[in-house]
């Protein structure tokens, strides 16, 4: 099974930007789906951003234009560059990992996940 650890998240400003890291090891992160979901403390988690292990990516309506999802084989870690941040956007943020094929959106598919990065959009 793969590890996964997040990083880059922090206190940002409206309208700020950061890029979340998601650095794998103990297996190639070449043949996963990567996907990024945020959850808010009390409700569900929700899906952001897919990559597959071509480059196909997928993103959730409210982050679309905003937010780009990429992957570096070479360095086994997928990125979640996040722009024009809004305070809704505030979340602590997973990485997950699931085998298999064609992009999922669903949580219950990614077998592997990280133990998340706060993200706060304040002024």
């Known amino acids: 099974q793969v590890q996964l650890v997040e990083s880059g998240g922090g206190l940002v400003q409206p309208g700020g930007s950061l890029r979340l890291s998601c650095a794998a090891s103990?297996?190639?992160?070449?043949?996963?789906?990567m996907g990024w979901f945020r959850q808010v403390l009390g409700k569900e988690r929700e899906f952001v951003a897919a990559?597959?292990?071509?480059?196909?990516?997928r993103y959730a309506d409210s982050v679309k234009a905003r937010f780009t999802i990429s992957r570096d084989n070479v360095k086994n870690t997928v990125y979640l560059q996040m722009n024009t941040l809004k305070p809704e956007d505030t979340a602590v943020y997973y990485c997950a990992a699931r085998g298999g094929y064609g992009i999922s959106l669903s949580q219950s598919s990614y077998g592997s996940w990280g133990q998340g990065t706060q993200v706060t959009v304040s002024s």
């Open positions: 990559i597959t292990p071509i480059s196909s990516t």
């Open positions: 103990g297996r190639t992160l070449s043949v996963y789906h």
